[in-house]
Nanobody, 114 residues
Framework: VQLQASGGGLVQAGGFLRLSCRAS????????VAWYRQTPGSQREWVAT???????GYADSVKGRFNVSRDIGANTVYLQMDGLKSEDTGVYYC?????????WGQGTQVTVSS
């Protein structure tokens, strides 16, 4: 299983980005995909999840600003990030569980300038 995260970049506060997480197999249909982020010196924190059944969940810090969605045909889960703040800066990772193992994408850097 390979996960490829992309879409990060440099954006001004208040701007937006859309991250993509493409799986090498058709697993996004049967497995939930979660987004995490990490800043230097901090632990990786959960941001959002798109569950296999279609339910979504968000960390309180991003609720109302971020939206997670899925394109089954593209084996891809997206993280739309609007109203970005400087505290959203970090490396964003996507992840899924499959056969009792957790798989991670390579991470994509998001930098929000104030």
């Amino acid at each position: 299983v390979q996960l490829q995260a992309s879409g990060g970049g440099l954006v001004q506060a208040g701007g937006f980005l859309r991250l993509s997480c493409r799986a090498s197999r058709t697993l996004v249909t049967t497995n939930g995909v979660a987004w995490y982020r990490q800043t230097p010196g901090s632990q990786r924190e959960w941001v959002a999840t798109f569950a296999a059944g279609g339910a979504t969940g968000y960390a309180d810090s991003v609720k109302g600003r971020f939206n997670v969605s899925r394109d089954i045909g593209a084996n891809t889960v997206y993280l739309q990030m609007d109203g970005l703040k400087s505290e959203d800066t970090g490396v964003y990772y996507c992840s899924l569980m499959w056969r009792n193992a957790r798989y991670w994408g390579q991470g994509t850097q998001v930098t929000v300038s104030s």
